[in-house]
């Protein structure tokens, strides 16, 4: 009989943000694969866990997937874990998952803490949507070219950026997306939790005056404004189009794509009025 492989969700910093489930699940399954072992086991040893542990990295994810697979065949229960919060969320995992549902291994997730959502949730910023990019690419070009990606996303945008990086990135920002609100949440629920909100000039210049910048950091930005409809009557914007030079039938199509109507609304609207030229 195939085993289970459990996805299961941990602390991002605060040991008691774990669900009585995940410890179940924990203290239950024949295996627990860790990003880091050494770091799953103060969590293991809180709760006093013990269960064997075995390294499931990005270095090693290839080789590791097909020996985990094998003994998920052979009957195991297996869960899988990060060092913090949900699995594969910028984060090992992918390769094992797929290789389960390919061998009709049921993958069963454990949900909890994640950096994304608790960041998001004291933002301040938006919440009806938002596009977690993972983590931002270390090289400036290869930063703005994304950033510019998405400059015209009606969404809040949320990245994970390492400290080191962290103002390099706001500054890309500041250049790319101007001044759009800004915030810098970092060391979710640990001791030193702390929220830096502002443009990305005022959050970069409150944090390049610090002697040093530490700690993991989650990385929001307010979503593109969107322009305020049009609300010039039709007859006077087409009129305004055929002013300045543009065709009446180009004029007509144009303001029809731009307010959303059909040509033909917009050209009966105009036939109860004259059009210059």
């Known amino acids: 009989m195939a085993g289970r492989l459990y996805v299961v969700a941990t602390p991002i910093g605060n040991l008691e943000d774990i669900t009585y489930r995940a410890v179940r699940v924990l203290g239950e399954a024949d295996l627990i694969a860790c990003e880091d072992t050494r770091q799953t086991r103060k969590l293991l040893d809180h709760y006093e866990i013990r269960k064997p542990t075995i390294s499931y990295h990005e ?3 290839t080789g590791r997937s097909a020996e985990l697979a094998e003994r998920l065949c052979a009957g195991e229960t297996i869960a899988l874990v990060s060092d913090a919060g949900v699995p594969l969320i910028s984060d090992p995992g992918y390769r094992l998952v797929r290789a389960a549902l390919e061998l009709g291994i049921p993958v069963e997730p454990v949900p909890g803490a994640s950096a994304v959502l608790a960041a998001l949730s004291a933002s301040g910023l938006p919440t009806d949507a938002f596009h977690f990019g993972g983590f931002l690419p ?11 990606s998405l400059a015209d996303e009606t969404a809040t945008l949320v990245f994970y950026e390492a400290p080191h990086r962290i103002l390099e990135a706001l500054e890309t920002i500041e250049q790319t997306l101007g001044s759009r609100p ?3 949440a970092r060391e979710l629920t640990k001791v030193h939790e702390e929220f830096v909100r502002g ?3 005022e959050v970069r210049a409150e944090l390049a005056a610090r002697d040093a910048i530490k700690g993991e950091i989650t990385l929001l930005i307010g979503k593109a404004i969107e322009p305020a409809p049009d609300t010039t009557p039709i007859e006077d914007a087409v009129a305004d189009l055929v002013r300045a030079g543009t065709p009446r039938m180009d004029a007509i199509k144009q303001v029809a794509r731009n307010r959303g109507l059909s040509k033909r609304d917009v050209y009966e609207r105009c036939l109860k009025r004259p059009l210059p030229g």
């Open 59 to 61: 270095h090693n994810e």
């Open 138 to 148: 270390p090289k400036a070009g290869q930063r703005a070219r994304v950033l510019k």
């Open 182 to 184: 800004v915030v810098v």
């Open 199 to 201: 443009a990305a000039s």
